[in-house]
């Protein structure tokens, strides 16, 4: 698993034929989250409508295009390596879901809506001229004694 991201809940989503992408809503349990952000993980069990409105703008799948209405009927390229709740699985990038009013995989993640924060490995691997601006606080020198004194702590 080294190198993915899971989904989690308001990543955003698009359905190509939706006229705006959508963000999902985990409705499917209330207990993983991850990476610190207390934001639960999108699972295969994300069914029925689970995006936050205004869905996915209009639907041209029907004639005549009308509001987004998205009926999930099922969840593909999920994670199999791992079981939430004995019944579902961990939602990757590369997951894609069917609508009802599509066809398969007609939904794909944009963005899996994990924000990375910054840390020392970060700044020191900035260029110097940029450092400032990551850090406006600090300058190159001053991390490397700081990553000095964290050592010796």
């Known amino acids: 698993m080294i190198g993915k991201k899971f989904i989690i809940d308001g990543a955003q989503c698009m359905c190509k034929y939706g006229s705006a992408p959508g963000r999902i809503m985990v409705i499917s349990h209330q207990i993983m989250v991850v990476n610190h952000s207390r934001k639960k993980i999108a699972t295969s069990m994300e069914l029925g409508s689970p995006f936050y409105p205004p869905m996915f703008g209009v639907c041209k799948a029907s004639w005549p295009p ?22 579902s ?12 009013a599509g066809c398969p995989q007609c939904i794909e993640i944009v963005y899996h809506g994990q924000i990375e924060l910054l840390g020392l490995s970060h700044l020191k691997s900035a260029t110097a001229e940029h450092c400032p601006d990551l850090d406006p606080t600090g300058s190159l020198s001053e991390l490397d004694k700081m990553e000095i004194t964290v050592q010796q702590i």
Not at 68 to 87: F, T
Not at 89 to 100: F, I, R, V
């Open 66 to 87: 009308r509001p987004c209405s998205p009926a999930v009927i099922q969840w593909d390229n999920y994670y199999k390596g791992m079981r939430i709740n004995l019944l």
């Open 89 to 100: 699985n961990p939602l990757l990038p590369e997951s894609k879901a069917t609508c009802s």
